[in-house]
């Protein structure tokens, strides 16, 4: 094994934890600010992903279709927040486990019942394809860099949000004490739906970026869904910090268990043995990390006082 | 007296005459994925098995279609809910191995035929073969054993191989080794259900491979056609006709220009009943069939030949009709094996775009009358 | 209170009745489906256990059920196929296995105890799916439905009369606990954790307690799913199959005694029903699912019987 090709091993690593990062920003503000599990936001993640396949189908520009994913799961965000999600925030968690495990049928059905039972066609745009050389004669392809770039970006841009804006302090203002922030005469009901559509739109935003990369079909947002659940927690729920640090954790942690322990075990049982318990446990791999670490910080790595 | 006798006689002949043009009802269950991600298959089955179906002009045949949402527990309850309250004869239509072995060994045990339009586990081949069970599609390593021996004959040495972790990824993998007589340039499973295969395509760069060949299917398949072709490695790539059809070449786009693949069917097979299939589909449905949709078309086309030929209340004279496989298939030659498994000819395709349409073309036969190795486990 | 006793006893009365009806009007079917409402019931009963009275909302209760199931199917592939010692084995595997599990889990709470349950349970789900020894993703059949002394179980109205009667069972124990001692803790656990550390009980072992019972009696009825789809598969372990477990429970009423059973006979027959009008009955049953969580607080029982004792 050459450094180089480790190294590359450990960027597509960094590459999938910013993508797990995107879903998870969401996921962590909305659950952090309004104290909600949605697990539909794997289904806005799906119709980013329609949306921008769609579009870009019809216009030929995918930049167009970045637009789109952008806009229709931020509205398909609000019309949620608006008819259902805003009837839960008073609920346990166990109805809105339910609520929105209901609107995950309801969502995945209508996509089929739009676009078909067949996957959409989404590629990348002229000016990302091909790669590029890295220092260390690395050959890494321009739209996964791209994409570590742009998370930089979104997280860097969502921490001056929070921190710096004025929106960003009634967010804060409202995840530490909902009655205070009403009081103060801030309209918590529209500052609840702006979030829950950014956050939508954060996943759609995230599913047109991997639906260039992946399959445009339905169900595409689940396994996602669970793996930003699994970012969340081990971040600490509500932390943005903690969901970037959660992503990079599973996603460096996937990559490398699915590349080395195969050849771990190869150096003690014999070769095919070896790709199966290697890959056997490499799939299980993050949620034995998952699992070790709330075993010792129950509330995650970065846990948010409330 | 004698006038009533003779009124009385004619009716009977009429009624046997009847009897034998299969004017009584046949019911028939079609248990198929119609939700979910892996919809388009099961979608093509049921398409391709109504337009048969449809063009027979067969007025007795009724069949009930219901989805299984691809899981398991689902599909044995519609199973039983079709033999038991519906009374049907016949079950077919599932598109996944792990569904069939839930279902088939049980249905097949009540005397109830089921005709399999897509999945063919090994077990079901094998030791675990039935006299009722017949598979019209193929046996599952059959399209990786072909693609095995495509590698060996194109002279390929150092072949990178991977396909999910689950029983079927290694059936393939066992398949294509099976007949492939080069160097592996290494072996991976890899998790299923996984959609980000940038860590294998950087082994696969590392390896010094000179061919890759990979059983993904649906969404795996497309996502890993997408990320190879943007990581500009240019090794050939190779792969059974799952990951190549029509159900999901829209979806691939241009990276999968040039790949080949086997398949025991190809829209552009020259004979008379494919042609008539894939003018009549397309007219049918405005897209282009797919392997399922033949698949399904066959399915149909035997039961319903099978039908005229004897009575499914006769089951062993129905059994026989099935087994002779006397129908006008769309691959052309079509036979039964001891099995009840097909032997036919599979073929290596090539991914070519026609019109601004990506379809296949076929380029070579990998192999004749080829049978499935578990024929001879099977003791029926 | 009185309401709800009666309608509890309709609702017994009633699964015991369908199968008989459907029998002497010649749909065997109804028996099938009458015994998959009983499993699943059984199931949901041990996860109420947990979550309606302890207030533990595990999302892998679908790990027990599985470990159940392949109890079953792995004891039978060994030959081994006399029904009570496989209830017997499952129930001490997913035992030993929730002793585990939520040693490590309890320590966390709220949504971090949703997850890391549906993280165990991922864990076996992957463990499974690539374990070739018993089938893997393609599961492992029965070769025929387990035995039970002196009862032919591969007739349909003996196999539901033994679900029938250890749902029965599951109730009365569940009961039993819920109104002794063990179960008014547990509940105080739920309901003030800070009043039961005063008095010098430590909830700990008590919910670990509720969690280990709970999974043993959803591993029971995972044996007996096994026995009933003749068929073992990881989709029984799988993520969606906690979700619906939830799902019957809320759809029932929480916490309630025959919640488990009222919604399970409402989650198989909307299945089914609408399974059979259309293929897109997903986004159907999706939209009942909503309505309920919105306009129907307190589930089927709820809607009938009014306001819980301690809601």
Redesign the interface.
Known sequence: ??LA?FV??VL??V??GV?LFLMAAGLTLVFGVMGLINLAHGSLYMVGAFACAAVAAWSGSFWLGLAASIAAAAAAGAVVEWVVIRRLYDRDHLDQVLATFALILIF??AM?WLFG????????PGLL???VTLPGGI?Y?L??LTIILVGIAVAAGLHLLIARTRIGMRIRAGASDREMVAALGVDIATLYTIIFALGAALAGFAGAL?G?????????GE??LILAFVVIVIGGIGSLKGALVGSLLVGVTD??G??LL?QIFSLVMD??QA??VG??L??MLIYIVMALILAFRPRGLFAVTS | MKRILAAALMMGCALIAANAATAEPVKIGMITT????G??L??DVRDGFMLALKQSGNKDVTVL???D?Q????A???A??M???DKVQILTGIIW??LA??VV??AVGQDIFYLSPNAG?S?LAGA?CNKNYFNVAWQNDNLHEAMGNYATEAGYKKTFILAP????G?DALTGFKRFYKGELGG???????Q??Y???I??I??SGADSVFFFLP???G??FM??YA???IKIPVMGPGFSFDQ??L????DAALGVKNSSQWSKDLDNEANKKFVETFKAEYKRLPSLYASQGYDTANLVLAALGKASVMDADAFRAALKAADFQSVRGKFKFGPNNHPIQDIYVREVVKEEGTLTNKIIGVSFKDHQDAYAAECKM | MERERWINIALALLLLAAPLLALAAG????V??AT?VAVLALAAVGLNLALGLGGLVSFGHAAFFGIGGYAAGILAAQEMTAMPPIWIVAALVAGIMAAFIGAVSLRTSGVYFIMITLAFAQMIY?FV??W?AY?????L?LAVRNQFPFVNTLKPLPFFLICYVLLLAGLLLFAWLRDGRFGAALQAARQNETRLAALGVSPFPIRLTAFVLSAMITAVAGAL?ADL???V?P??LSW?LSGELIVIIILGGTGRLFGPLAGAALFVLM??LL??LT????FFLGLVLLGTVLFAKGGLIGLIAGKARNG
Request: glycine letters at 10%; a negative charge.
């Open positions: 094994m050459s090709l590359e091993q597509n690593g590459q999938f993508t995945s059905e089929r039972p067949f996957p959409l066609y989404l590629d990348m394809s091909g790669s050959e392809p739209y996964r991997v260039v990369n992946q399959s445009v079909q339905v169900g595409m396994p996602v990559t490398m699915r590349f195969p070769p095919s790709t199966t890959a056997a490499a799939s | 119609l939700s979910g991600g919809a388009g099961g979608v279609v219901e989805d949402a899981k398991p527990e689902l044995v309850q519609i039983d809910k033999i038991q309250s191995s792990n072995m839930a060994p049980n586990p077990a675990k972790n689950y029983p079927a290694t072996e991976l499973f890899t998790k299923l259900g959609t980000d940038a860590a294998e950087a082994q760069r590392a649906g969404g795996m497309i996502a997408k990320q943007q990581s500009g159900d999901v829209g979806a691939i786009g | 749909e065997a079917f109804y099938t489906l998959r992957y799916i690539s070739p089938g893997g993703e393609d599961g059949p799913y789809t003749r068929f598969s989709s029984m969606h299945e089914f399974g059979s293929e897109r009955w997903q």
